[in-house]
C-alpha cells in the first residue's frame, strides 16, 4: 500500500476513537479504485486485530435498490465486524461512540463450514446452519456521508456495530425471500421490505461474498456471521430511541438507543 493509502488507512482507523469524520477518500485520493479502497480497508482491519480485537463475521451492504438509492452507488460491497461491535438483541446501546448512526434491519447467517471461493448457491445453503434476525448500525467516519462506493468501502462498507438475535429462526431456503420486515423507531414506521429486495433472494450475496474475498485469498470459515444487506433504507437514530423490527411470525428484534 502506498504511503499516501496508509494515511488515509490511518484516519479513518483514527475516527473510530475521535469521532471526528474526514474527507471523502475519493477527493484526497483522486486516483483511489476499488482494489485500493479495500487495501485500505484490510489495513484498518489487521489494526483492529493489533489491539486484540477478533474479526467474527462480514457485513455485505448496497444489496437493496433502496440502499443503493440512498447512498449513490450501484454496486455491493462487504466490510467486517469484530467482536466488540457485536451487541444482543434488546441491549442499550451507546451512540456517543458513533458519528452519524443509523440503523437498517437484516438477516445474518452463520456458517457451519468452511465456504470455498467458487461456491454457488447450493454450496452456500449446504454451508449455512443458522440463520438469526439482524439489525446492522451503519456509521460514516466520512464527512457528511458525502461517500461514493470507493469511500464507503475504504471506510469498512461504512459498518458501526451489529445486533443479533438471540435465538436462530427456522425459516426454509425456499421461503428466505418471502420473510417481511417491518422497522419501526419509537413507534413510527421508519422503513419496510422483503427478502427479495436483497438481491432477489438474501442467500445471493454470499455467493458473491465468496468469490469476492476469494480474489483477495480470504476464505469465509465456519463459525462466521454474515449479514447479507438490508431490506430497506437506513434510517437515523439518536439517545432515547428505541428501534423495533418486525419480523411477523418469526419474531422481532430490539434495540434501545442511549
Known amino acids: 500500500m502506498t504511503p499516501q493509502f496508509e ?7 483514527g475516527a473510530y476513537a475521535t469521532r471526528q469524520p474526514i474527507e471523502p477518500p475519493r477527493l484526497t485520493l483522486p486516483e483511489l479504485d476499488l482494489a485500493g479502497a479495500y487495501a485500505i480497508q484490510q489495513f484498518q482491519e489487521r489494526a483492529f486485530e493489533s489491539q486484540g480485537h477478533r474479526v467474527v463475521g462480514r457485513k455485505i451492504g448496497l444489496t437493496s435498490l433502496a440502499m443503493q ?11 467486517f465486524f469484530t467482536d466488540r461491535m457485536v451487541y444482543s438483541e434488546g441491549d442499550s446501546i ?18 457451519g463450514t ?13 454451508a449455512v446452519d443458522k440463520t438469526y434476525l439482524a439489525a446492522e448500525i451503519i456509521d460514516s467516519r466520512v464527512r457528511d456521508w458525502d461517500i461514493r462506493l470507493v469511500d464507503t468501502v475504504a471506510d469498512n462498507a461504512s459498518c458501526g ?16 425471500p418471502e420473510v417481511a420486515v417491518t422497522m419501526r423507531i419509537d413507534g413510527a414506521t421508519r422503513g419496510a421490505g422483503t427478502g427479495a ?35 430497506c433504507g437506513a434510517a437515523p437514530v439518536a439517545a432515547g430511541a ?14 434501545h438507543f442511549q
Not at 494515511?7 to 482507523?13: G, K
Not at 438509492?69 to 466490510?79: A, N, T
Not at 468452511?114 to 449446504?126: E, G, R
Request: net charge negative; aromatic share 8%.
Open 114 to 126: 468452511d465456504l470455498a471461493p467458487d461456491a454457488d448457491f447450493d454450496a452456500v445453503v449446504a
Open 161 to 176: 456495530a451489529v445486533i443479533i438475535g438471540k435465538t436462530p429462526v427456522d425459516v426454509p431456503v425456499s421461503e428466505l
Open 242 to 255: 428505541t428501534v423495533l423490527c418486525d419480523y411477523g411470525h418469526l419474531g422481532a428484534l430490539t434495540a
Open 7 to 13: 494515511r488515509v488507512a490511518d484516519a479513518l482507523f
Open 197 to 231: 429486495d436483497v438481491m432477489r433472494h438474501p442467500l445471493n450475496p454470499l455467493v458473491w461474498l465468496a468469490r469476492t474475498l476469494g480474489e483477495q485469498g480470504v476464505t469465509l470459515r465456519a463459525g462466521d456471521l454474515i449479514l447479507t444487506g438490508s431490506f
Open 94 to 111: 451507546d451512540v456517543s461512540q458513533f458519528i452519524d448512526p443509523k440503523i437498517e434491519p437484516e438477516l445474518a447467517f452463520r456458517l
Open 69 to 79: 438509492q440512498q447512498l449513490g452507488v450501484d454496486s455491493p460491497d462487504f466490510g
